[in-house]
């Protein structure tokens, strides 16, 4: 998924929100001792070491607040970067860098934080075929955000929203009266409406999956929180004819060992509903 920050109306709308949930209509302790025509400078500096994404978020940031503001970054998203790093260095009314302050830091730090953790799992599973892919567990509004930092910190993205692909899941089988049932009803769908769509199946036992490999005519199937011996399983009855994503329960200390198991994409939900912001702070330069 490419993100043009620059040209997406979601950032924009995304950036002006904040900024008013943030500032409201002004910024009443940096008009009552700044002076407005004061210039100034300011840096924005790594306070642990890390995965950096949201570096162009800063200069929309900064743009929307105020268009005297530059920003000259001096590391790109995807960097690895190291406790004490200078990120990038802000020039302009000084009133305006302390009142966008907050709003850049916090994007900067969520995606910083999600990238930093991606890594971590990519890195757990280096030398295996998995993939590290997130979920749609973002938060309201951010998502577009939330997989351009997954992105960043070398993971992959999964659907974006609910018409990005067909995921059939336990209560979709369910309501459908069955796995068989679900598939053909989804088949004939989209037959029906002339649309050409992968389709992912959600299983949970080994049965399911003997029973999508005669249905066929699927792009994926999903073992959804099986035990590591089950899940050899079902890889080697699968043997390479569907691609296999691992779900469920996902941790930094297990995903290696379902790597192994031969899947080829790991979900992680936890890239994006549990992550640790980076610590990036802004330093006013007198």
Known sequence: ME?????????????????F????FGDITSESLIPEEQLGKAELIAKESG?????????LVFSCVDGQVTFEPSVQDGALVEKGVTLGQLHGPVRSLLTGERV?????????GIATLTHKYVHAVA???AKITDTRKTVPGLRVLDKKAVLDGGGINHRFALD???LIKDNHIAAAGGITNAVQRCKEFLKKNQTEMKIEVETTSIEQVKELLTIGGIDRIMLDNYPLDLMNEAVKLINGIIEVEASGGVNLQSVRSIAE???????????????KALDISLEYLP
């Open 51 to 59: 995965i950096i994404s949201g570096i162009d978020i800063v200069t």
């Open 127 to 129: 030398g295996t075929k």
């Open 104 to 112: 850049a830091l916090n994007f900067l730090q969520r995606m910083s």
């Open 164 to 166: 990005s692909m067909v």
């Open 261 to 275: 198991t031969g899947v080829d994409v790991i979900s992680v939900g936890a890239l994006t509903h549990s992550p």
């Open 21 to 24: 949930e943030d500032v409201g």
């Open 3 to 19: 993100i043009n920050y620059l040209h997406d109306s979601r950032i924009g709308r995304l950036i002006e929100q904040a900024l």
